[in-house]
């Protein structure tokens, strides 16, 4: 499979309310989020409507998954107010039951996510006892019978000196921030993305708040077309449209996709020194951690040493898992580990799998320097300390840099249950 | 989403070669394959051709999903020779270019995966560096094109005294034989599973040896339909399809799926007791340790505190992974955690996601006691020790028994990275 993009460093406040909430655990940029997702009130469209309506209702807009802003560095939301116009006074109004049974692919419904509640505001809003200022997300990016109404939309917005923040390079939010945008930009690109049924090839529809996907046995689309040619006579029933596996009980096609990739800070047999390895397309001294992408049927620890030993020859014994990171570009979940090379499996091999332009050992006084003076985004410079020829490494907000910072802090002498071997 | 399937036990053979190769490494069920996967050569069609010919070769043969084996505790494999009639002399004798170009969507190619190569058989297959026995697997369930040669083949391999062994309840294979089964079983349902293109809704190829589909541009099935019914005139080109995404780029459409989910024994604050759930299908007095669906955009720390919350009421604090565990029904990894409530977070709440028909904190004493005399499959009695009333829990080779036997061993005082609340 292919590389998985490495993470882009952003904003420095990684650890966000998780670092004081929960210890020492390491809260990787993009979690840390506020909200409650309530998932199990997606359903609920009595309580979606009303969390919809409430004057605390924040929407976070997305064009073309380029969400709203005042500038990079801050979100903006609107109310419902403003994106009544697109989505109607009440998209809630009929029961998914009803939904499933009307389905009409020739209508084109704007993407509406339920994100969650931030019990941290109390705003007055309530439903049974759960509390706090509801999130939604929107899509805004003007297409079929919408197109319009969603440029409208969109005008307004611009003609307020707010904009859609184009890319991903330049995203630097503080870190709640960045987990409500992760959880919007990763849903909604996973509707965009899927807007027909793997299993049966016929279009789905979008239930449970924007979190599931379902594959409808009608569609009106040929009712509307013969009303609207002008028909008389009495309306012919919807197309019953082919069988479909995904409607005969659960199937995970109908549920969000996420990708799971495995990164890993590897030491020496003698945790001496550390594996780093290189893209071509990466600035001069520029390295980082090992990753790549989970297989079927493949324990993290297995993909953790079958990535390290394709990309690099290097051959691991233990590995012991850090912390995680959601990744919303598109949809992967980065695990973080740390993996020791068997004695005397060092050798460094780049032809099995030849995606890294180069990999090296590095001592721990290397890395740990390159952490204090070296660590920067892709596309940005160095800090003051550093010096031209040194190495440079991701910064804080990449998983990897955490890898590196838990290796050279002793983290594996840590872990007495995952002896050394 | 919905609750995932809670992992059957199986064969005590859980610990396989890894516990040996990798110090105290909790190795689960499902994972320690002994093949080595090669990846980088899927696209490699000189070797998939020696590989799949060499005398060496075994078939692990797949009707419906359920594989060939003697009993159930036993996988048999057949050879070249076996499957040649139904997969023809060379099925690799097109590039993946060519395959794509002169794609027919109403030809049935039998799916044939390549697994790996298992490099304790030293066989004398070779190429170029690589060696080992190879492995391939394939689905010879009946249909399309290919039914009567698939029905021949079944029919050659019942005559053998084999057996496709239906269902998952019953599998007790080696730790080492199961991997392989859970490998090819996860792949062939993924094919399987997606036909069609989730981007545009046409049918798909297998390329990669079986762990890529991808959507070509063009059909040919119009070109073959006018050669059946005898047309005379030059043959027209292959009908365009219209445009998709996919393939613009590399797309995570194209590539196997699959389900990151957390599974957690979780800790009172004091950690003087385990939090257990039971769903009402199980047997009386059956509990195991609470699990659930990764969501898009969430870390695993955060997955485990929403789940535990939404389905116990329970709050935790910090949360510390402990191993992984691969689950091909369909295309499960689960995520295996520790979990710590914070002070006073232990009040038990079943209505906010009423998927579980109880919980309760158990004694640290009383899930030994259950460890060593009350684990069991769900479909099995336990053992001669138990008795009746007493609590019964997974067996061994479920990762919930895992990670209960890793808290009552002190797993989490062990952390120091991640110090107690």
Request: hydrophobic residues 35%.
């Amino acid at each position: 499979m292919p590389q998985p993009e490495l993470p882009e460093p952003a904003h420095p406040e990684v650890d966000s309310m998780l670092s004081r909430k929960f210890g020492k655990e390491v809260a990787n940029y993009f979690s840390g989020s506020p909200l409650n997702r309530v998932s199990f009130l997606r359903t609920d469209h009595s309580f979606l409507l009303a969390a919809l309506k409430h004057p605390s209702t924040s929407f976070l807009l997305f064009d073309n998954l380029s969400p709203l802003a005042k500038d990079p560095t801050q979100l903006e939301y609107v109310n419902f107010d403003d994106v009544k116009p697109l989505i109607g006074e009440n998209p809630y109004s009929k029961s998914e039951e009803a939904m499933i049974a009307e389905y009409n692919s020739t209508i084109t419904i704007p993407q509406l996510l339920f994100l969650g509640l931030d019990e941290s505001k109390r705003s007055g809003f309530e439903h049974n006892i759960y509390y706090g200022s509801p999130y939604f997300a929107l899509d805004v990016t003007p297409k079929g019978s919408v197109k319009s109404e969603a440029e409208k939309l969109i005008e307004i917005t611009k003609s307020r000196g707010l904009q859609f923040v184009e890319g991903r390079m330049h995203m630097s939010l503080p870190a709640p921030q960045a987990a409500i945008y992760a959880q919007a930009r990763a849903l909604l690109d996973w509707n965009a993305r899927n807007p027909f049924c793997a299993g049966c090839g016929q279009p789905t529809l979008s239930i449970n708040a924007g979190t599931k996907r379902t594959c409808p046995p009608k569609d009106m689309a040929s009712v509307t077309n013969r009303s609207a040619i002008g028909s008389t006579t009495a309306e012919p029933p919807a197309k019953e449209r082919p069988d479909c596996v995904t409607r005969k009980g659960i199937s995970n096609l109908c549920f969000p996709r996420t990708d799971p990739t495995v990164i890993m800070a590897v030491l020496s047999a003698d945790s001496e020194r550390v594996l780093l390895g290189r893209q071509k397309r990466w600035p001069p001294y520029w390295y980082s951690t090992l990753a790549g992408f989970v297989e079927p049927a493949e324990s993290v620890e297995e993909a953790v040493r079958r990535e390290v030993w394709e990309e690099s020859g290097v051959k691991l014994g233990r590995v012991v898992i850090h912390s995680t990171q959601p990744w919303p570009y598109p949809a992967n979940l980065m695990i973080g580990a740390i993996g020791q090379c068997v004695p005397g499996g060092e050798e460094i091999h780049l032809k099995h799998d030849p995606e890294l332009e180069n990999a090296k050992w590095v001592s721990m006084a290397e890395v740990k320097e390159a952490l204090e003076v070296g660590t920067s985004g892709l596309g940005e410079d160095a800090g003051p300390g550093y010096k031209e020829g040194g190495l440079r490494l991701p910064s804080r907000t990449a998983i990897a840099n955490q890898l590196l910072t838990a290796v050279t802090g002793g983290f594996l002498e840590e872990h007495s249950h995952a002896p050394k071997m």
